[in-house]
């Protein structure tokens, strides 16, 4: 149940990443919100009080999540664009 929120927080920051144009400022934003939202989903799930370890994996968990939402997101739009 605490690895809910760095997926949440990897979507919010999948869809915020594809309204960027640019594929670099695109790539920088995913990387700099990754960690923030790592950072926060270990301070939130009181794992950053045992040990700093635990960010490890969460800014990974939400980097994951928000290129599968990037990815998931292409794929719609551009199947909705095929058909049309």
């Known amino acids: 149940m605490n690895e809910i929120f760095p997926v949440l927080a990897g979507v919010l920051v999948g869809i915020i990443a594809m309204r960027i144009a640019s594929l670099r400022v695109r790539t ?3 990387i700099l919100l990754s960690v923030v939202f790592g950072i926060a989903a270990s301070a939130i799930s009181g794992e950053l009080a045992l040990t700093w370890e635990f960010v490890l994996v969460d800014i990974p968990l939400v980097a994951i999540s928000s290129l599968v939402t990037v990815f998931v997101v292409r ?3 551009s199947a909705n664009v095929a058909h049309r």
């Open 28 to 30: 920088a934003a995913i």
């Open 75 to 77: 794929r719609i739009f």
